[in-house]
């Protein structure tokens, strides 16, 4: 089971972090993605990270602005979104993987992120 936190409404070229909490085991070992959704749209990778602590970006997305990281003592992924722009105003969605699966195989529940210009 995951669960988001941290959205909120924030201003344009400010930086806000997300939180995605695990509340299984096997955290540790395990790939961590975040993605985000817009209405209309299709569901867009954002930044994963995997069990063995290897962050992959969307460079089209996060543009040197993001950052991913996890701390294994609290099953936490962290997503650090800097300089943030209008078009960044999404769901953001964790979600939880085998590091060789091709799927993810557990979701969150989304978190709102607004970004006002």
């Known amino acids: 089971h995951l669960r988001e936190s941290g959205g909120g409404l924030v201003q344009a070229g400010e930086s806000h972090r997300l939180s995605c909490a695990a509340s299984?085991?096997?955290?540790?070992?395990?790939?961590i993605g975040w993605f985000r959704q817009v209405p209309g749209k299709e569901r867009e990778f954002v930044a994963s990270?995997?069990?063995?602590?290897?962050?992959?970006y969307n460079v089209n997305v996060v543009q040197g602005r993001f950052s991913i990281a996890r701390n294994n003592a609290k099953n936490t992924v962290y997503l650090q979104m800097n300089n943030l722009k209008p078009e960044d105003t999404a769901v953001y969605l964790c979600?939880?993987?085998?590091?060789?699966?091709?799927?993810?195989?557990?979701w969150g529940q989304g978190t709102q992120v607004t970004v006002s210009s």
């Open positions: 979600a939880m993987k085998s590091d060789d699966a091709l799927k993810y195989e557990s």
């Open positions: 299984r085991g096997a955290f540790t070992v395990k790939t």
């Open positions: 990270i995997s069990g063995t602590d290897s962050p992959t």
